[in-house]
């Protein structure tokens, strides 16, 4: 990982660094920090030579190098400094919260707008909306681009941060150009890793956060990691890590609840981790156990499914949504647990 002393390489430093790795068979990768640039060493950066040469360079503070698998995620990474502001919220200095629609319904408008005005008068931080849905079954509602007309109005009317998951490039690109403030990529995509470093590249030097699910099959902390790798390397690290549940399924549990994970990432990370209850146990009554549960080990936040009449809404609102008077006694109780941690996180 090369630190410059200035904020920035010049284009003229940079291209003489990059000459200087690719003797050595390496490449450089940008990622934009909010106050400095760090550029990540791609390839094996053993050579003592290669190491020299860089440092020896007037504009270099120093060269860390990394003996974990992702260099940009690790805890020891000089990103451990990056800070991820939402709204008027600092991550990791204050507890943040995501509700709203697991499904936008374009063809009931109001209730999406009903949920957005309840989910901020119950202390949300960010605005949930669900625009393409990924589905098992072909036949199953797959999503409506007048969603996005709908996220997006929701957006100025209550003047919350929107967050909306995408699957492809070309939901990407579009959601990118309505200046969507946070993307979701979900579990299903936790390991295409093509889109990954498109979603990296095309949200560079942005204010652009992304939320990154963990993988469905029992993903182990170091894939989750080099998942996340991916996008950080390839220039974005407003990253935040979401733990959502994992198969096989644990009895009458949609997932196996995974909340307990939070610690072990947070071990070898510096990202903050929000997690997901609604999609680990998958019932609305479960949600609220399971989401103090995962402010006791740690959590940054939670991304909660909200909706002010469950069972009107499509997809997974009708099952696992919580209605928005929970929802606020959730956010009460999990600042309460906030404000505890200190007495039981892991150091």
Not at 9 to 18: A, K
Not at 123 to 128: E, I, K, N, T, Y
Not at 265 to 285: L, R, Y
């Amino acid at each position: 990982m090369i630190i410059p002393k200035l904020n920035k390489l010049t284009d003229e430093q940079y291209t003489e660094v990059l000459n200087i790795v690719a003797e050595f068979n390496c490449e450089i990768k940008t990622i934009h920090g909010a106050h400095r640039n760090i550029y990540a060493i791609i390839g094996d950066e053993r050579s003592e030579t290669l190491i020299n040469r860089i440092v020896g360079l007037n504009y270099i503070d120093r060269v860390d190098r990394m003996e974990s698998l992702f260099k940009a995620m690790d805890i020891n990474s000089d990103l451990a400094k990056h800070v991820i502001n939402i709204g008027n919220k600092v991550v990791k200095e204050k507890p943040v919260f995501m509700a709203g629609h697991c499904t936008i319904d374009p063809k009931n408008p109001n209730y999406f707008f009903e949920t957005a005005h309840a989910v901020k008068e119950s202390g949300a931080d960010v605005l949930r909306g669900g625009v393409w849905k990924p589905r098992t079954v072909p036949y199953s509602y797959q999503g409506n681009i007048k969603a996005l007309e709908i996220l997006l109005e929701a957006k100025e009317k209550i003047r919350l941060p929107v967050i909306t998951e995408v699957m492809d490039v070309e939901q990407l690109n579009i959601v990118i150009e309505n200046k969507i403030d946070m993307i979701q990529v979900g579990t299903r995509n936790a390991l295409n890793y093509s889109l990954l470093k498109k979603i990296g590249e095309k949200t560079a030097d942005s204010n652009t956060i992304i939320l990154l699910k963990r993988g469905r099959h029992m993903a182990p902390v170091n894939e989750f990691l080099c998942s996340a790798e991916y996008i950080v390397s390839n220039g974005n690290p407003n990253i935040l890590l979401c733990p959502r549940g994992t198969m096989p399924n644990l009895d009458s549990y949609r997932n196996h609840p995974d909340e307990s994970i939070v610690p072990l990432i947070k071990q070898k990370t510096w990202a903050p981790v929000i997690v997901d209850p609604s999609h680990s146990v998958g019932k609305a009554q479960y949600v609220s156990a399971c989401a103090l549960a995962a402010m006791s080990y740690g959590a940054d936040g939670l991304v909660v499914e909200t909706h002010f009449n469950p069972t009107a809404g499509i997809g997974d609102d009708p099952v696992q949504s919580i209605k928005p008077s929970v929802l606020q006694q959730l956010i009460t109780d999990s600042e309460i647990v906030w404000n505890l941690k200190s007495r039981f996180t892991l150091s």
